[in-house]
């Protein structure tokens, strides 16, 4: 069952980090509960494929339901969770069946939390004590055997203190806790990202070099694994096919240019790519070194694929070590 479970978490979320390994083993311990999960991380670290992987291997038979809570105005979202009968309010011409009805045996996934207003908060409270709600408008009781998953990046304690959260209703959400990593903590996941980006796009994958992704592994990611997405789609526009340098992955990272530099004359072209393959070259053979010949060893330095180093290395001519 674990391994399934773990395979489960695998397909939703990228990487093998350490903080990512950390994080998919807890999903799996805690999938099969059918106690709330609060996820919490930073603007864009990708809560809510973590809400995913959390369902897919729960096991619960119905479905994922997800909303946030800060997109829509009160009355909206209100009448998105708990649905609502025909004539309840202006606009009302039909009866609509709302999340937490749709989520029964399956889970509601409740995103940026800390938004929701206080009206609803009390509502929702009621809801998670109970296991019963009543639509919008209507007079009928009915019930949803739902697992609720919650997502923040704010401190709800904070709000608390503040006024603007319901104690009563933190303790209720937060029974089990995920955190979810900034990419920065896990900078060696971004190749097998940007890997994953392109294989979901039906793209080719980008041709980054090693002093590409150094420049890649060494910015601040204020937009997490969000930013990234824009950074690989305004790569696949502008580099796709050719070789991306610090100069390239810079640009497109927005951090020298807002748009790619113009042509440079054909000598320093020339001069750049040498220099750029010289430094990737000496940065392959300093890895075989340091891995004893290790090719699998070499390439997790490096942050690539093995079959990406070696087709770096015939590049360059890089023969592969005779092993001991």
Known sequence: MRDLQTEDVSR???????????????IAAVAPSRAPVLVTG????????????????????????????????????????FGH??????????????????????????????????????RLLRVLETKTFTRV??????????????????????????????????YRIDVLRLEVPSLVARSSDIPDLLAHLAAEAGLPPLRITAAGLETLQRHAWPGNVRELRNVHDRAQVHYRGQ????????????????????AAPERAQADLRTVLAETEATLIRQALEDADGTIARAARRLGLKRT???????????EAPARP
């Open 12 to 26: 939703h979320l990228i990487g093998e980090s350490p903080p990512m390994a950390t994080l998919k083993a807890r």
């Open 42 to 81: 930073p603007t864009g670290a990708g809560k809510e494929r973590v809400a995913e992987a959390v369902h897919a291997a729960s096991g619960r038979g119905g479905a994922h339901v997800a909303i946030n809570c800060g997109a829509l105005p009160p009355d909206l979202l209100e009448a998105e969770l």
């Open 85 to 122: 009968e025909r004539g309840a309010f202006t606009g009302a011409v039909a009866q609509r069946i709302g999340l937490i009805e749709q989520a029964d045996e399956g889970t509601l996934f409740l995103d940026e939390v800390g938004e929701m207003p206080a009206a609803l908060q009390v």
């Open 137 to 170: 408008g209507g007079r009928m009781t009915l019930a949803s055997d739902f697992r609720l998953l919650a997502a923040t990046h704010r401190d709800l304690r904070a709000a608390v203190a503040d006024g603007r959260f319901r104690e009563d209703l933190l």
């Open 243 to 262: 070789d991306m340098g610090a100069v390239e992955v810079s640009e497109a990272l927005g951090t020298e240019h807002s748009s790619p530099r113009p």
């Open 308 to 318: 990406t180093l070696l087709g770096r290395m015939a590049r360059h001519g890089i």
